[in-house]
């Protein structure tokens, strides 16, 4: 059976420098983990996650938390967790709590506190307290994505920021009379999305010198469904119909074009519309918005949580807001000079 000595000896090296190679923990120079690794899949060497448990007393495994599994975002930002997790040679556990409403006490009360998980990444989930002490009272550290939380490393965008920047750029266009359709501000959950999302819109809107107008608001709950729903409602009534409409999340901005055309309105001769994600879908329905890059989040949150159980964390913000960029496609154009102003 092969084992790590013979390894060691076919790259020339020592068998911890081996076990650093493999392990990806511990500083070892590219050519040499390139030249122990080349060995090690010559002999056909495995590592023992038992043996490197025992070693290390870590199991090598990552718990990840999400409220949803059915939503773009989230599956997107598990997939540049996974992906990075890979590459330090760490399994995921994925915990989902969309379903019965005991399903969250289960999790943090029992099963991330079992020796199961060496840390957990928390994914748009406004913790406790509570859930954050008993986590780190064990010793197993932890990241959020989506919003600051007290004595937790975190990262996350600025979610006024990018609908300010989505409206002013419908303002750049000349716009004056632009809708928001947003998450429910009286069922928000965690790190107040909806809300700040909205003041985004508002703050633009107030820095051009125009009055949001109440009105034009509409909730919807982040699918393609409520968001049509949403738009059916908005632009029911000629009289109050905006020109433009900036929307929470690029699944409801899809609900809305379709909405649109569904009553015969042209997008955007009738109707510009800027979303918030670049959802794979946006390219195919031309719709302008502002990217969020999720992949990126799940992988600079791996990042983190590295460091925490390196016990090498840098002089970082406590959060980390990482970058968005307006992606502008043929769901928005100047308005039809017939519809501007309006009172």
């Known amino acids: 059976m092969v084992g790590i000595d013979d390894v060691a000896r076919r790259a020339g090296v020592s ?16 050519a040499t983990r390139e030249r122990v690794e080349e060995a090690a899949a010559e002999l056909g060497y495995v590592v023992s996650a038992s043996a490197s448990s025992l070693a290390t007393g870590r199991m090598r495994n990552i718990g990840v938390v999400v ?11 598990l997939e540049g967790a996974q992906r990075r997790l890979m590459q330090y040679g760490y399994d995921l556990t994925l915990y989902n709590l969309s379903g019965a409403s005991n399903e969250r006490s289960t999790v943090f009360e029992q099963f991330l506190l079992r020796q199961r998980v060496d840390a957990v990444i928390a994914v748009s989930l406004e913790l406790s ?10 010793g197993k550290p932890l990241v959020g994505v989506g919003g600051p939380i007290r004595g937790v490393p975190t990262v996350s965008i600025d979610d006024v920021g990018v609908t300010r920047l989505a409206t002013e750029h419908l303002l750049s266009l000349g716009h004056t009379v632009i809708g928001h359709i ?10 107040h999305m909806p ?13 051009a010198g125009l009055e949001p107008r109440p009105e034009l608001y509409f909730p919807a709950v982040f699918t393609m469904e409520s968001g049509y729903v949403a738009a059916k409602q908005m632009l ?19 609900g809305v074009i379709l909405a649109a055309r569904d009553m015969g309105l042209d997008v955007p ?33 791996v990042e983190l949580l590295m460091r925490e159980l390196d016990q090498s964390r840098e002089d970082e913000p406590a959060n980390l807001q990482l970058p968005f960029e307006l992606i502008v496609r043929s769901s928005t154009s100047r308005p039809r000079p017939e519809r501007e102003p309006r009172d």
Do not use: C, K
Not at 243 to 252: F, K, L, R
Not at 282 to 292: E, I, R, Y
């Open 236 to 254: 029911g009534d000629p009289r109050l119909r905006p020109t433009a409409v900036v929307v929470a999340s690029d699944e409801m901005a899809i």
């Open 195 to 207: 809300t700040n999302r909205r003041h985004g819109w508002e703050d633009a809107l107030r820095e």
């Open 182 to 191: 947003g998450g429910d501000v009286d069922a928000e959950m965690s790190f």
């Open 129 to 138: 307290a509570e859930e954050v002490d008993s986590l780190h009272a064990l």
């Open 67 to 77: 409220p949803f599994l059915n939503r773009w975002f989230y599956t997107s930002v």
């Open 269 to 301: 001769r009738d109707l510009s519309v800027v979303g918030i994600d670049d959802h794979e879908l946006a390219p195919f329905f031309g719709l302008t918005t502002v990217a969020q890059f999720p992949e990126q989040q799940g992988e600079r949150a």
């Open 15 to 30: 068998t911890a420098t081996v076990s650093r190679a493999l392990s990806g923990r511990g500083h070892v120079a590219a």
